[in-house]
């Protein structure tokens, strides 16, 4: 997805930023950096937009995101109702990639890490059963300060590349590199999807934010979101389906007709093209994984 260009501040005398975020609204919105950033929600949910990728995330999760590749959180709305609402808790690290010397990625003992940050370009979900212990390294990095912070980084980087199976966010190249401003056109339709996703949306709807013509339309949103109209939207619902599946408060007609779909053999089959489970296996599946952790 298109996005805007975001600097990150920089201290003379740290090598690499970290911050700490308790506030669902902190870069609230679709952006990119030149900086590689890694990502620790120890206590937040929502729907996560990384690249061409749609998908919720929870508590526990850990991201790897590369330099340049479009990313946004968008926290589910009982984090947005103080006091009695919930409270998110985030760790984010930016780090340019020769952050420790233009050649140290090219030490035979740092192929693992050279090939992590490489495919981190693609985004990276990071495996369950490294995330809890990305996310305490993360925390005492945190409270860390001099050399400390270094050698817990350079830790982080080795766990990765030592446990990275290959798998990334992104299904081919699509990378997009423009941006979207505040209020323009592109801006409106791809927040009126995203709160409208649930229900019957007109193109024509849609064309009229971009004042274009209909037959206009698809090509217009392929060229600034790097995907399909139809591909997005079904991305977003089964996002939205995957998030219900897993809280496990509604039964899947429920899930079904709450994100949007209203024939049951499509919302199965298009369930099962996007996540290669079908819905009762993909809820079976994280359950257990769960519960496993």
């Not at 780090?95 to 370009?121: H, V």
């Not at 600034?224 to 977003?236: A, C, E, N, S």
């Amino acid at each position: 997805m298109r996005a805007q260009l975001l600097k990150i501040p920089t201290q003379p005398v740290n090598s690499f930023s970290i911050r700490r975020d308790l506030l669902p609204d902190i870069n609230n919105s679709l952006h990119y950096h030149r900086e590689i950033e890694l990502i620790y929600f120890k206590s937040g949910s929502g729907t996560q937009f990384i690249g061409n990728s749609v998908q919720p995330f929870s508590s526990g999760n850990v991201v790897l995101i590369g330099s340049r590749l479009p990313h946004y959180w968008k926290f589910d709305e009982a984090y947005f109702s103080p006091p009695d609402g919930l409270q998110t808790d985030v760790i984010v690290i930016h780090f340019c990639e020769d952050f420790l010397g233009e050649n140290f990625l090219n030490l035979p003992e740092n192929k693992m890490i050279r090939k992590l940050l490489q495919e981190s370009k693609k985004g990276i979900q990071i495996q369950d059963n490294i995330s809890r212990q990305i996310g305490v390294l993360m925390e005492q990095i945190f409270l860390s300060v001099g050399a400390k912070r270094l050698l817990l980084l350079l830790e982080i980087l080795c766990v990765l590349g030592n446990n990275h199976k290959g798998g990334t966010l992104l299904a081919g190249d699509v990378l997009c590199q423009a941006a979207i401003k505040d209020n323009s056109p592109i801006s409106n339709i791809y927040n009126y999807i995203l709160s409208n996703f649930n229900k019957k949306i007109e193109i024509g709807q849609l064309a009229d934010f971009a004042n274009i013509s209909v037959p206009s339309f698809s090509r217009y949103f392929k060229t600034h979101i790097g995907m399909t109209y139809k591909q997005f939207l079904l991305d977003v619902r089964v996002g939205q389906a995957c998030k219900l599946l897993i809280e496990g408060h509604m039964n899947v007609k429920q899930i079904r007709y709450e994100c949007g779909f209203q024939n049951v053999v499509s919302f199965h089959k298009q369930f099962k093209e996007v996540t290669g489970k079908s819905p009762l296996e993909y809820q079976k599946f994280h359950l257990q994984h769960s519960a496993e952790v």
